[in-house]
């Protein structure tokens, strides 16, 4: 567990392992989830339930090992953000076929492979939170000799900001619903 002072409180951040099975800690992980989602309203319960897998589920149960939380004075009911991950390709995973926009990135994934979603409590951005989970997981990675990560978002967002200060740099973008997706790589290697 790291742990660093943020105004009053200290802020933890550590393996997904040490909070996983604390209900109190799940729900949190579920309220920041959709707190921060693009979507906010599903046509069903099966909807809702598939997006959840889709973008962060499937992670925590399936490689449960990539994921980290951010922990508020070590106290796992005072979990205020998390990352999922994963370090192989997602581009030619079945389970992502639903993602079209990995058709037009296929390209350079293998050189980004591992990728990750991140979000963080709405009245604990902007405070360095972020970065560090980040950097856990790049830690992580590399100590896996992984060659690159990646992760999706849209242009213009603020997040890309977020993302080109840790030395992720735009790799292809492809047009998506009126906007555009893109691709941002780092390298892990050397
Ligand atoms: C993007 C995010 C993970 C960054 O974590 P953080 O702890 O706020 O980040 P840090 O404090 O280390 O860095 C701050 C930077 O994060 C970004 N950021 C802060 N709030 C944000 C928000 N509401 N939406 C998008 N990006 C945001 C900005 O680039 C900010 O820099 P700025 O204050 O100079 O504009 C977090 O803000 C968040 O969860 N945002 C909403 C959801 C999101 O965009 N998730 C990523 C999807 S790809």
Known sequence: MQTRKLGSTLIDICAYSEIAG???A???????????SSVQSFASEQARTDFR????GRY???EPEHAFV?????????????LVGSLS??????EFSSLSYFQSFAAV???YPAHLHINIARDKRSQGIGERLIQRFVNHAQSYDSPGLHVVTGAGMRNVAFYQRLGFIERARVAKGGGY??????ELSG
């Open 22 to 24: 604390n209900a109190s």
């Open 109 to 111: 994934t293998p050189q």
């Open 70 to 82: 951010a922990l508020e004075d070590g106290d796992p009911e005072q979990l205020c953000g998390y």
């Open 60 to 62: 925590l149960i399936e």
């Open 53 to 56: 897998w889709l973008w962060m």
């Open 181 to 186: 997706a893109v691709l941002l790589g780092r």
């Open 89 to 94: 390709d997602p581009a030619p995973r079945a």
């Open 26 to 36: 799940e729900i949190k992980i579920d309220e920041i989830f959709f707190e921060a």
